[in-house]
């Protein structure tokens, strides 16, 4: 029950996020579909930092165990905190890839890219 909850829940904001962006925003529909993918790519991202994460952690764990006498649970590192931190890594590399993009462009690329093409 709980679940069929959230899950109407989130489909309900999503249905008024998706109407209010093409009024009020006036963004274009068509660019949903991109943008999606640009969400998945971001989950993906996400979940190798995770993976990551929580390897380096057991491994620290496990070399603690070794070289020291003290037990170190690896269940210190099950914290939900680890998840979020994991988005904010993911969402820093995304937008530092898609700001890099713009700086490697030759000048003649971006002055093609903003400057308005000759009339004939």
């Known amino acids: 029950m709980q679940a069929l909850f959230i899950l109407g829940l989130v489909v309900m904001t999503s249905f008024g996020t998706y109407f209010l962006a093409i009024v009020w925003l006036r963004l274009p ?3 949903l579909r991109p943008a999606f993918g640009k969400m998945l790519e971001s989950v993906g991202v996400t979940l190798v930092f995770l993976a990551i994460n929580l390897a380096v952690a057991v491994t620290v764990v496990l070399a603690l165990r ?10 210190i590192s099950d914290d939900a905190a680890l998840v979020g931190l994991s988005v904010l890594q993911s969402l820093t ?3 530092w890839r898609e700001s890099s993009r713009n700086v490697r462009s030759s000048p003649a690329e971006l002055a093609a890219k903003h400057l308005p093409a000759p009339r004939r």
Do not use: D, I, N
Request: hydrophobic share 45%; proline share 0%.
């Open 29 to 31: 529909a068509g660019q």
């Open 66 to 75: 070794g070289l020291t006498e003290t037990f170190v649970s690896v269940y």
């Open 93 to 95: 590399l995304q937008w």
